[in-house]
């Protein structure tokens, strides 16, 4: 029962690629019913344990453990997932992509992410970081004779190669000071033996950070991140910038609150100014977009320094339970927020053909129904009250406010500055679709536009989004369980 989630991914992989193998072009789309509902299905165990929870459930020797952190992070990775598959149900539809791999890699990818979730010991978090982000690769390319998808492909590949060997070289350094691989017993001997701000263990946090920061795109690991963005299918983008950024966030909680927890300040103020320069870079380069997918590209590296900002701070104070809560508060009310950004993307994009934001002047009035999912979704990702993003930036405020240390009010400081920079560029494109005129005569039909499965994903966003902001105590509550049990 304890990996029942995993088990029915596994089964849902296994029926997906054998489904591929065995049916006729024309009943191909049956492999997206089996992956949507296998998605589904995966979630109701996590339903029962979290409404029966009483301890951690701790197996295979310490290495895998079930706790609450555990459950409401797979619970998002599983929600997401099966977000994603209904984003792409008209794209893979068309002749021009096969579908069977697509899903397969997917719920791969998945099952790469539930697993770093529990995962207590370096073999298990690296298989697990390698399998959710390496079926990433392939499906960043799925566009094959798209030149910008081979090029963000590439890209992705190759320094997604290179955060491997240092996540690798980072791990193996513990291990050979240790000879341990469950996280409890390496951060004994390492205080034990007083190797916590050892130049070893300390080299082995840097090459981990910086392993993790190419899968979690901040600076000065970000520069994949436009291409592969901009070239892969939106659905993967989506996924991308939600699901595969979560898994690195939760891989670098994970490693920094289970092992580095008394590796000193330095380490600490070093995430501190990662955190304020990538809000910077990330929020700067937005501002200069034409692409609304770059755009949201260079916003998801800016939201990646809000994210970690808390993280950082905690690894000054010591107070990780708040600094969990605040990132993982966040990481949940990010991941509906942007989901939706990217949808509105999609539905614009299918309208208009052209990739230039200042090209969908009035689309809006033809099409209202993405003209409102816009206007959500946007300013929720600036923080406006009452949708969720205001809900999302206030935990990190407070979070960093609270220390009372300088290096969280700096931090607070940048992350407002940021926050206004953030407004221009995420109000932008809600006032060129609303307010400016169309460059040509649109003919369009809202119900042409918008089939049923996107539909589906904007309305759950929705409801989700405003429910964090009008409610932020549903969401509050979950990141404060995620906290206490994670490091209880």
Same mark, same amino acid.
């Given at each position: 029962?304890?990996?029942?989630?995993?088990?029915?991914?596994?089964?849902?992989?296994?029926?997906?690629?054998?489904?591929?193998?065995?049916?006729?072009?024309?009943?191909?789309?049956?492999?997206?019913?089996?992956?949507?509902?296998?998605?589904?299905?995966?979630?109701?165990?996590?339903?029962?344990?979290?409404?029966?929870?009483?301890?951690?459930?701790?197996?295979?020797?310490? @290495?895998?453990?079930?706790?609450?952190?555990?459950?409401?992070?797979?619970?998002?990775?599983?929600?997401?997932?099966?977000?994603?598959?209904?984003?792409?149900?008209?794209?893979?539809?068309?002749?021009?992509?096969?579908?069977?791999?697509?899903?397969?890699?997917?719920?791969?990818?998945?099952?790469?992410?539930?697993?770093?979730?529990?995962?207590?010991?370096?073999?298990?978090?690296?298989?697990?970081?390698?399998?959710?982000?390496?079926?990433?690769?392939?499906?960043?390319?799925?566009?094959?004779?798209?030149?910008?998808?081979?090029?963000?492909?590439?890209?992705?590949?190759?320094?997604?190669?290179?955060?491997?060997?240092?996540?690798?070289?980072?791990?193996?350094?513990?291990?050979?000071?240790?000879?341990?691989?469950?996280?409890?017993?390496?951060?004994?001997?390492?205080?034990?033996?007083?190797?916590?701000?050892?130049?070893?263990?300390?080299?082995?946090?840097?090459?981990?950070?910086?392993?993790?920061?190419?899968?979690?795109?901040?600076?000065?690991?970000?520069?994949?991140?436009?291409?592969?963005?901009?070239?892969?299918?939106?659905?993967?983008?989506?996924?991308?910038?939600?699901?595969?950024?979560?898994?690195?966030?939760?891989?670098?909680?994970?490693?920094?609150?289970?092992?580095?927890?008394? @590796?000193?300040?330095?380490?600490?103020?070093?995430?501190?100014?990662?955190?304020?320069?990538?809000?910077?870079?990330?929020?700067?380069?937005?501002?200069?977009?034409?692409?609304?997918?770059?755009?949201?590209?260079?916003?998801?590296?800016?939201?990646?320094?809000?994210?970690?900002?808390?993280?950082?701070?905690?690894?000054?104070?010591?107070?990780?339970?708040?600094?969990?809560?605040?990132?993982?508060?966040?990481?949940?009310?990010?991941?509906?927020?942007?989901?939706?950004?990217?949808?509105?993307?999609?539905?614009?994009?299918?309208?208009?053909?052209?990739?230039?934001?200042?090209?969908?002047?009035?689309?809006?009035?033809?099409?209202?129904?993405?003209?409102?999912?816009?206007?959500?979704?946007?300013?929720?990702?600036?923080?406006?009250?009452?949708?969720?993003?205001?809900?999302?930036?206030?935990?990190?405020?407070?979070?960093?406010?609270?220390?009372?240390?300088?290096?969280?009010?700096?931090?607070?400081?940048?992350?407002?500055?940021?926050?206004?920079?953030?407004?221009?560029?995420?109000?932008?494109?809600?006032?060129?679709?609303?307010?400016?005129?169309?460059?040509?005569?649109?003919?369009?039909?809202?119900?042409?536009?918008?089939?049923?499965?996107?539909?589906?994903?904007?309305?759950?966003?929705?409801?989700?989004?405003?429910?964090?902001?009008?409610?932020?105590?549903?969401?509050?509550?979950?990141?404060?369980?995620?906290?206490?049990?994670?490091?209880?």
């Amino acid at each position: 029962m304890a990996i029942s989630s995993e088990l029915i991914v596994v089964l849902t992989i296994i029926g997906a690629i054998i489904l591929d193998i065995l049916l006729p072009r024309r009943l191909k789309f049956i492999i997206a019913l089996v992956s949507i509902l296998g998605s589904l299905t995966a979630f109701l165990p996590i339903i029962f344990q979290f409404a029966n929870y009483s301890s951690p459930e701790i197996m295979f020797e310490g @290495s895998y453990v079930i706790d609450k952190f555990s459950l409401i992070l797979k619970g998002l990775f599983i929600l997401v997932t099966y977000l994603t598959f209904l984003l792409s149900v008209n794209f893979v539809e068309s002749d021009e992509y096969y579908q069977g791999e697509y899903y397969f890699l997917l719920l791969c990818s998945l099952l790469g992410a539930l697993v770093v979730t529990s995962s207590r010991d370096l073999l298990t978090m690296f298989i697990g970081i390698e399998l959710a982000s390496t079926p990433m690769f392939l499906l960043s390319g799925w566009k094959k004779g798209d030149q910008k998808s081979n090029e963000g492909s590439i890209k992705f590949f190759l320094l997604g190669v290179l955060s491997a060997s240092l996540i690798l070289y980072g791990f193996s350094l513990l291990y050979g000071v240790t000879g341990k691989l469950v996280f409890s017993e390496i951060a004994n001997i390492l205080i034990q033996q007083d190797l916590a701000q050892s130049p070893v263990a300390l080299l082995s946090a840097i090459l981990i950070l910086a392993g993790i920061g190419f899968k979690i795109s901040i600076v000065p690991f970000h520069s994949w991140a436009p291409d592969t963005y901009e070239g892969a299918p939106l659905p993967v983008t989506a996924y991308l910038s939600v699901s595969s950024k979560a898994t690195g966030f939760v891989a670098l909680i994970i490693l920094l609150s289970k092992i580095f927890f008394d @590796s000193g300040q330095g380490l600490g103020i070093v995430l501190v100014f990662i955190s304020g320069i990538t809000m910077f870079v990330g929020n700067l380069s937005a501002l200069q977009q034409t692409n609304p997918v770059r755009l949201l590209a260079y916003s998801s590296i800016a939201q990646a320094g809000f994210i970690l900002s808390p993280i950082a701070v905690a690894n000054i104070t010591g107070n990780f339970e708040d600094g969990v809560y605040a990132s993982v508060t966040y990481l949940i009310i990010y991941a509906f927020m942007n989901i939706g950004a990217f949808l509105v993307i999609n539905i614009l994009q299918r309208s208009i053909d052209s990739e230039d934001m200042y090209d969908w002047g009035g689309l809006a009035k033809e099409m209202p129904l993405a003209g409102i999912f816009a206007v959500i979704f946007f300013f929720s990702l600036a923080g406006i009250p009452p949708l969720g993003g205001w809900f999302a930036k206030f935990v990190v405020f407070r979070s960093l406010l609270s220390t009372g240390e300088i290096f969280g009010l700096s931090l607070a400081i940048v992350g407002a500055v940021n926050a206004v920079i953030g407004l221009v560029y995420y109000s932008r494109i809600s006032k060129i679709i609303w307010m400016d005129s169309p460059k040509e005569e649109i003919q369009s039909d809202e119900e042409s536009f918008i089939p049923s499965p996107l539909k589906v994903v904007g309305f759950v966003s929705l409801v989700l989004t405003i429910v964090s902001g009008i409610f932020p105590g549903i969401f509050s509550n979950l990141g404060e369980a995620s906290s206490i049990f994670f490091n209880s």
